[in-house]
């Protein structure tokens, strides 16, 4: 089945300091892919929708100059969160669909997501 | 898409099925159920889906009812590695550039 890879799966930082994410399709190609956020005991938040090769698409009251997204393949978005602080320690999910037909053409697969804590 | 309602937490024995209920009230025509589950510290997982006909995989059965209006997901033999928030969402079939949309979710804790 559709596999997605987040890397790292915890991260530790310095306040001040940016901190990259990125997420991989391992086995398919994703054209759209989409970054979650998930404070504790919260239920996860979308932050952007992540398109490849154009600027991707923010939700509302996420600053897109502090989550920068680049999707520059078919394989890969990331994620870099700029100038972190210890209010944007959360835990970061992508996921993306595998629009190659069969069961996973219907499915979005989820990373197993990136725990950052800016201290 | 249309709005889930499900309980906020629920206790299964061990061994046990556990029952899921989903109200969806509002759902149209061309929207599935969607069920995903989340374990503690780790992306969502996907478990199924379906229309309006009952579905069955090997991780779970999924009962839609008649007018489509609540759903059920059972787990017919609850381990303890069931306990997790489960997450009932409606939305189009093969709306892959569309992101899901979580609610709250219902917390299992499956007990020895």
């Known amino acids: 089945g559709a596999v997605v890879s987040q890397h790292p799966s915890w991260v530790i930082c310095k306040s001040g300091t940016s901190v990259k994410i990125e997420c991989r399709s391992l086995d398919f190609q994703a054209t759209t892919m989409f970054w979650y956020r998930q404070f504790p005991k919260q239920s996860l938040m979308l932050m952007a929708t992540?398109?490849?090769?154009?600027?991707?698409?923010?939700e509302q009251g996420v600053e897109k100059d502090k989550f920068l997204i680049n999707h520059a393949s078919l394989t890969l978005s990331t994620l870099t969160v700029t100038s972190a602080h210890p209010e944007d320690s959360s835990f970061y999910i992508c996921?993306?669909?595998?629009?190659?037909?069969?069961?996973?053409?219907?499915?979005?697969?989820f990373g197993a997501g990136s725990r950052l804590t800016v201290l | 898409d249309a709005k889930t309602t499900q309980p906020t937490s629920m206790d299964c024995a061990e061994g046990r099925a556990a029952n899921l209920p989903c109200n969806h009230s509002t759902i149209s025509g061309n929207e599935y159920v969607y069920w995903y589950r989340q374990i503690h510290s780790q992306g969502p997982q996907y478990i199924i889906h379906g229309l309006k006909n009952n579905e069955t995989n090997e991780m779970a059965s999924l009962i839609i009812t008649e007018d489509r209006k609540s759903s059920t997901l059972i787990l017919p033999h609850a381990t303890l590695r069931d306990t997790a928030v489960y997450y009932c969402i409606v939305r189009v079939l093969n709306s892959g550039n569309t992101p899901l949309v979580f609610g709250k979710g219902t917390r299992l804790s499956v007990i020895a």
């Open positions: 992540s398109n490849e090769g154009s600027k991707a698409t923010y």
């Open positions: 996921s993306a669909r595998d629009g190659t037909g069969g069961t996973g053409a219907n499915v979005l697969t």
